[in-house]
């Protein structure tokens, strides 16, 4: 197909051909028996690709901010304390978030590239009473990555929740919400679940489910109250019709079909696939003389790379070329540093193929702006270095 563009922004993404169809069902009535099947199987698979065997699915129409938002507005109450361990764009957010509800919110920034420590965390973890904290598992302003378990752990040690923002890593790094005690787990339906815009996803541990039951005032945001959807939830889990707001029940439909994708393939393996395609594509983008944003690779997302541009290359003229190439990749987030460098995402479907054709126009891009390398260079090492 000449002019056919590749999505390679983190999210949308490139989505299965099975997955689209699915949505051009007849839209069929939420009660029909045939839907609360299908949203019941959702709510089931959910559980098994968060690992989460007694967790509380949620799926909502709205997007991934409208899951953080719930999660807030349920388990803060006016006057408690949180703390939003940022990485990037949507800790800031978060706090936003949080302080919408009454927080009162302490953010830890990492600066570019890096994580917070530990111990700048446990130390405020040591000075304030915390409800909650927050943390995002890869930022997808700078592609960063955290690591889950130790701050997990932490959390677990002082008592408080945890919310994991998981929108850009849920079903393409590793989660293993119970096993690890997370009490939140939040993603949307266009990252690397693989399904179009328009989903709120989250499972919640019952400890939050708890804290939310013994809350003292009434959640502020009627929307987001889970007294409405929770009974939902539990009705389609037990394959019964129930209303609260219509369910956009075609995104439904394909959620289902993309939640038997990725358990087919099973989600140890999903994990691992975007591991080999991202150390690949990582060590391609070094062998180029390019430099991605995490500080190293033990810090880096296998779901996205933000890649600076060589100095001598004025980003706008970078896009247009790739575009040209018909690959479209994403520019910078990060308010800062937003003008000097580039995303690309590699989550979901995207193969080993779609990886080789935009590094072949990163190295045409990178060519024709006069940038000194080695033609070819990029794509021998990925191939050198991926193995399915
Ligand atoms: C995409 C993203 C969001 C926001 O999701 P929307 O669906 O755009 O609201 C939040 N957090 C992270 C980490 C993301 O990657």
Redesign the pocket.
């Known amino acids: 197909m000449k002019h056919r563009k590749l999505l390679m922004i983190?999210?949308p993404i490139e989505f299965e051909p099975q997955v689209l169809r699915a949505m051009s069902v007849q839209t069929p009535s939420h009660v029909a028996s045939n839907f609360i099947e299908v949203f019941g199987n959702c709510l089931d698979m959910m559980k098994e690709v968060w690992l989460a065997p007694s967790g509380q699915p949620f799926i909502v129409s709205g997007?991934?901010?409208?899951a953080?938002d719930m999660a807030a507005a349920n388990l803060i109450e006016n006057g408690d304390n949180a703390l939003v361990i940022s990485t990037g764009y949507?800790g800031n957010?978060f706090k936003d978030i949080l302080d919408r509800y009454g927080a009162n919110t302490t953010i830890l920034t990492a600066n570019i590239g890096d994580n917070v420590a530990l111990e700048a965390i446990e130390k405020e973890l040591k000075n304030k009473d915390y409800k909650l904290l927050t943390f995002?598992?890869?930022?997808?302003s700078t592609g960063v990555f955290v690591d889950p378990k130790s701050i997990v752990s932490l959390a677990k040690k002082y008592n408080i929740l945890s919310v994991l923002?998981?929108?850009?890593?849920v079903a393409g790094e590793e989660i293993r919400q119970e096993d690890w005690g997370i009490d939140v787990v939040l993603t949307?339906s266009?990252?690397a679940i693989g399904v179009p815009?328009g989903l709120a996803l989250l499972v919640a541990s019952k400890k939050a489910i708890n804290v939310w039951k013994n809350r003292k005032t009434q959640v502020s945001n009627y929307y987001a109250d889970w007294k409405n959807w929770l009974p939902i939830m539990k009705a389609y889990q037990e394959r019964r019709p129930s209303y609260f707001g219509t369910p956009p029940v075609n995104l439904i439909v394909a959620l289902e079909k993309s939640l038997k994708i990725i358990l087919k393939e099973g989600i140890e393996k999903r994990v691992e696939k975007h591991q080999k395609l991202a150390s690949a594509f990582r060590l391609a983008i070094e062998a180029l003389g390019l430099t991605i944003l995490p500080n190293n690779t033990a810090k880096a997302a296998n779901t996205l790379t933000a890649i600076y541009y060589p100095k001598e290359i004025d980003g706008s003229k970078f896009s247009a070329s790739m575009l040209n190439n018909d690959i479209i990749i994403a520019g910078g987030l990060h308010p800062e540093i937003k003008n000097n460098y580039f995303r690309v995402g590699h989550m979901g479907a995207i193969s080993a193929n779609d990886i080789i054709a935009t590094l072949s126009a990163i190295e045409r891009t990178l060519g024709k702006l006069g940038y000194i390398f080695k033609l070819g260079e990029g794509l021998k090492v990925f191939q050198n270095n991926f193995s399915e």
Do not use: E, N, W, Y
């Open positions: 983190p999210g997007s991934g901010t409208l953080m949507f957010r995002t598992h890869v930022d997808i923002d998981g929108v850009c890593s949307a266009q990252k815009p």
